[in-house]
């Protein structure tokens, strides 16, 4: 697809000067525990490339994925370029919203001055890079906190329903963990599509997931979604730990299973073993079982964009924390306690 381009001049980056500074968190050692591998500190400013865009961060989104690159587990993370036995990337972070600040000579869809979101490089600091091809416009009803926790999840969100789901209206969905990140976008975006949600969280969330649009929620603490008479066209199970069999026996015979992550615990695999099950298993029953990695794109953001400007998908923002705060506000997240998403002002 060609890139759309600006009808102005491109403002290309100016010099940074080499002792140039910002506040950034820092991360130097592999470890499970924010408290310990987490600093506030001083590095350099990031200079831009020729397709990168520099964005003066002012918030950035905090969702799971967050914590495994930080731990570097399960260990398969750090063979898919994070480093092996410490962070490449000293901060952290991908999720932002804010304003460019400079971009490089090859960039034409943005300017210095526009307002963005999107996904960058070592976000929880005062300026990140970003590639042209993972930002977009900010929406404009959004502020930069709401901006800011969009891309990771709602891009996952949207593809898994759209892309690997094939999500139809009328069609009943599942949504498994249907209070988190991914979730709390998944139950609206499945909405907007026509689809008749039912959701799956704990006790506390319940109230939560229906003020989204489901249509029916079960409390996994009371009821065994497996165990019912519904069965479901799509099932999207986000971060559970179900096995394969009892999701199975919950979707139509010709139904759809997206497993979208999973939770075991697991160093070596952390859950990546069922998903490779799944797909194996696809090939031989008439449901599809699938998993995926999200595409990070412009295209999809400006989708985002046009449904939450026209009012059918909105952010959830449990809390607020100061950038000094980021490994508190990880080990909220890691510990499954957010409603919807986490965002850090900077």
């Not at 949600?197 to 029916?216: E, F, P, Q, Y």
Request: net charge neutral; charged share 25%; proline share 5%.
């Amino acid at each position: 697809m060609k890139k759309a381009t600006l009808d102005r001049p491109t403002v290309q980056a100016p010099p940074v000067p080499a002792d140039s500074t910002m506040t950034a968190i820092v991360q130097d050692l592999y470890g499970d525990d924010p408290e310990d591998v987490l600093r506030l500190g001083e590095v350099p400013k990031p200079r831009v490339g020729d397709d990168q865009v520099l964005v003066r961060v002012r918030a950035a989104g905090v969702d799971r994925g967050v914590w495994h690159v930080m731990a570097g587990l399960p260990y398969p993370i750090r063979l898919g370029g994070y480093g092996l036995r410490a962070p490449k990337n000293s901060v952290p972070g991908m999720d932002m919203a804010g304003v460019v600040e400079a971009v490089g000579k090859d960039v034409t869809r943005f300017r210095p001055g526009d307002e963005v979101f999107g996904i960058g490089k070592g976000t929880y600091a005062d300026y990140a890079l970003a590639p042209e091809e993972k930002l977009a416009l900010k929406p404009a009803n959004l502020s930069f906190e709401q901006a800011a926790v969009v891309a990771v999840s709602g891009l996952t969100a949207l593809q898994a329903l759209r892309d690997h789901g094939k999500v139809q209206p009328g069609d009943k969905v599942l949504i498994i963990g249907a209070s988190g990140g991914v979730g709390s976008y998944a139950v609206q975006l499945a909405k907007a599509f026509g689809a008749h949600v039912t959701g799956v969280c704990s006790t506390a969330k319940v109230d939560l997931v229906r003020s989204i649009g489901a249509d029916h929620v079960i409390d996994y603490t009371v009821d065994d979604f497996a165990r019912g008479e519904q069965r479901y066209d799509l099932i999207l199970d986000i971060g559970g730990n179900s096995t394969l069999s009892r999701l199975r026996h919950t979707l139509i015979a010709k139904g759809t299973l997206v497993i979208v992550g999973g939770e075991t615990g697991g160093r070596l695999l952390g859950g990546f073993d069922r998903q490779v099950r799944a797909l194996v298993l696809s090939r031989f029953v008439g449901q599809k079982l699938a998993t995926f990695v999200s595409s990070e794109n412009h295209e999809d953001m400006l989708v985002l964009k046009e449904l939450i400007e026209a009012g059918k998908v909105a952010p959830v923002i449990d809390r607020t924390y100061a950038l000094a705060e980021v490994p508190e506000a990880i080990s909220y997240v890691k510990d499954g306690r957010a409603r919807g998403k986490v965002v850090i002002s900077v």
